[in-house]
């Protein structure tokens, strides 16, 4: 079922209604990772208290990991191209519920509530919603954007130089203090990605979202489940 955002506006005196976004609880479009992509791997940080807010977030009831089929179809194409060097995907986070997003934006203006720092530990809690590190509509939410890393076949850990949801200068991709490995790490996986079609960020090197993405004024709240 779907449901349109009315908003309105006044304009010489008169309320005027303004369609914005749509929100949708529609996930025929939508197809789990694991039934076009065999081997990948998960580690979903929403599940769990392991993140920046230190609790499990509304809308995560099972460690599973969601996408458009168009997004997954390219996602597979990624897959593939890293699998063939010795290569696996590792699964963070991919469709995430709008009450995910407005869960991490409660939690900012929640000045009781510092969550876990390690995941910013030298900027104000404040300061990743006015900094854009979270972001009150996330391409997340529409269902076409992955976060994600290398792992070798066995399972063994790739060096990325930084670890996932780090608000940090670190985790740019172009960022210069990290070893050689590191950074041809981070490239092996940017470029298979952009190949296959989805656009990278400049604040998270993990970060990609699918350049011809279905549903961009669209944002989902289906629970992950």
Do not use: C
């Not at 769990?48 to 460690?63: D, E, M, R, V, W």
């Not at 670190?170 to 079609?197: C, E, W």
């Amino acid at each position: 079922m779907k449901k349109m955002v009315l908003m309105l506006l006044v304009v010489a005196g008169s309320l005027v209604p303004v369609w914005a976004d749509t929100i949708s609880t529609d996930k025929t479009d939508f197809a789990e990772i694991g039934t076009v992509i065999d081997d990948a791997a998960y580690d979903i940080r929403y599940y769990s208290p392991n993140n920046f807010t230190g609790n499990k977030i509304q809308g995560y009831k099972a460690p599973r990991a969601y996408m458009t089929k168009k997004a997954l179809a390219a996602l597979a194409v990624a897959a593939a191209d890293l699998r063939a060097q010795g290569y696996r995907l590792l699964i963070w986070d991919a469709y995430r519920p709008q009450k995910a997003v407005d869960n991490f934006v409660a939690w900012i203006n929640d000045p009781n509530d510092d969550g876990d720092k390690t995941f910013y530990p030298t900027l104000k809690k404040s300061n990743l919603l006015a900094g854009n590190y979270i972001m009150a509509k996330s391409g997340h939410t529409r269902g076409s954007t992955v976060d994600l890393t290398l792992i070798k076949k066995d399972g063994s850990f790739v060096d990325m130089g930084g670890t996932f949801d780090l608000f940090s200068e670190i985790s740019h991709p172009d960022y210069k203090k990290i070893t050689k490995k590191q950074k041809r790490n981070r490239q092996i996986l940017r470029d298979a990605m952009v190949k296959a079609g989805f656009k990278p960020i400049d604040s998270e090197w993990w970060h990609f979202t699918l350049k011809d993405e279905p549903y961009k004024d669209t944002y989902f709240n289906f629970d992950v489940e």
